[in-house]
């Protein structure tokens, strides 16, 4: 199935606990993006990665972590999970950041609750 | 700083009936403006692109205009249906910049 896939769908989670939230695109796209989505606040870029191997900070980077082993994974982890990082998370691929023409197509969402 | 800003925040309206949607951006220097639709509890899907040189753009019953000068971008859809229900979301980038700026989105419902 061509796309991208996250998982889990949703998660709740205990303030403190680790938690990666995984995001698999087979696009063989260069770029893929993590945003948390909040009501009323709209998308907001968490970190990005250009292509394999690099990565970089977005918007509302705090508390969050990325790794970029391989063209096709983009885990997001969450490394001491508070309250405030209850969201919807949403992980987006394009072909490149560069010009910008090129679509970005994004994952169906995680809805994590850190209680 | 960039920005994007829409309106409505939110929208009723009545089905087979029109509507509007308003973008106002500053994002400088501008590249393309998407705009996109967002069902409930689903991903955004891109609608359409507008780039510098482009004033109006169709997509099916979505049509999509950009003033560059004033930066004002709107999304009229015509004859609405129920599936037209969802969020809105215009999105700019800028030229040479990774990271696109994202409205707040407008929230339509569809009634029948």
């Known amino acids: 199935i061509a796309g991208i896939t996250q998982a889990p769908t949703s998660q709740i989670l205990a303030a403190g606990r680790r938690m990666t939230l995984r995001c698999t695109q087979d696009m063989r796209h260069n770029a893929m993006y993590w945003y948390r989505q909040d009501l009323g606040l709209g998308l907001r870029l968490i970190h990005y990665?250009?292509?394999?191997?690099?990565?970089g900070k977005g918007e509302v980077p705090d508390g969050y972590s990325v790794s970029r082993a391989n063209t096709d994974d983009f885990p997001l982890t969450l490394a001491s999970a508070v309250p405030s990082q209850t969201s919807v998370y949403f992980c987006?691929?394009?072909?490149?950041?560069?010009?910008?023409?090129?679509?970005?197509?994004f994952g169906q969402g995680t809805r994590l609750t850190v209680v | 700083k960039n920005q994007v800003e829409q309106s409505p925040q939110s929208l009723i309206i009545l089905e087979g009936k029109n509507c509007t949607l308003q973008c106002n951006y500053t994002v400088s220097p501008f590249s393309n403006l998407r705009w996109y639709k967002q069902d409930t509890g689903r991903g955004p899907v891109s609608l359409t692109i507008?780039?510098?040189?482009?004033n109006t753009k169709s997509n099916g019953r979505y049509t999509a205009t950009l003033d560059a000068d004033t930066k004002q971008s709107s999304l009229h859809i015509t004859a609405s249906q129920l599936s037209d229900s969802a969020s809105y979301i215009c999105?700019?980038?800028?030229?040479?910049?990774?990271?696109?700026?994202f409205g707040r989105g407008t929230s339509l419902i569809v009634h029948p």
């Open positions: 507008m780039t510098f040189s482009e």
């Open positions: 990665s250009n292509t394999a191997g690099t990565t």
């Open positions: 987006a691929s394009s072909e490149s950041t560069g010009q910008g023409l090129t679509e970005a197509f």
């Open positions: 999105v700019v980038r800028s030229g040479g910049s990774y990271i696109p700026t």
